[in-house]
């Protein structure tokens, strides 16, 4: 199968990360368990712009080169790898190409990375994560954001669903819910079986 995954808090820790460069320089005690929105300028109280700046900031830090993986995720992904074409699907804006990249080199050495940057998180505009996966040809798409996830099923793109703050009261009768990466292999397992499911 051909398996779209999103990067940021399903790779890569962002959140947790951020809040610790966000909260040390605006002085708050900011948690991720906090955050029911995925646009978390909408919880610090932040315009857009404001935030999309905090980000950019972010990334031009040394903290950003140090983000750590997400628990289990890039063990998961060379087994995945050993079946699968893998293919990260992000909404990072093409300007964090190269930082993206070395960061999945690090990381994710031992494969080569196909990344697709649609730029729409800082944007809210670009080609929707749901067109890229029909475009692609994607099987399967793994994802943090609900209506990411539902958009694709609603292409007949089978939909993974990582729980987080954010989406934990999000709910579509097409898409996969799981909590970690171990539920994430066993979903991915399931639909190789029951493609039509």
């Not at 729980?163 to 579509?172: A, E, G, L």
């Amino acid at each position: 199968m051909k398996i779209g995954i999103d990067i940021d808090d399903v790779i890569f820790e962002f959140l947790n990360s951020f809040l610790d460069f966000y909260n040390n320089k605006k002085g708050k005690k900011f948690l991720k368990e906090q955050f029911s929105s995925y646009y978390f300028w909408e919880i610090t109280g932040e315009t857009r712009e404001e935030g999309v700046k905090l980000v950019d900031e972010f990334h031009n830090s040394n903290l950003f080169d140090s983000v750590p993986p997400m628990k289990e995720s890039m063990n998961s992904l060379r087994e995945l790898s050993k079946l699968h074409e893998l293919i990260f699907i992000t909404s990072r804006p093409l300007s964090y190409k190269e930082k993206t990249l070395k960061w999945l080199k690090k990381n994710f050495k031992d494969n080569p990375q196909e990344v697709v940057f649609t730029g729409d998180f800082h944007t809210g505009k670009g080609k929707p994560k749901a067109k890229i996966c029909a475009d692609l040809g994607i099987d399967v798409m793994i994802e943090d954001n609900g209506k990411y996830a539902s958009d694709c099923a609603e292409k007949g793109i089978h939909s993974i669903l990582i729980t987080q703050p954010w989406n934990k009261d999000f709910t579509h009768p097409k898409v996969i819910r799981v909590s970690d990466w171990k539920e994430i292999i066993n979903a991915v397992s399931f639909l190789s079986e029951n493609p039509h499911a």
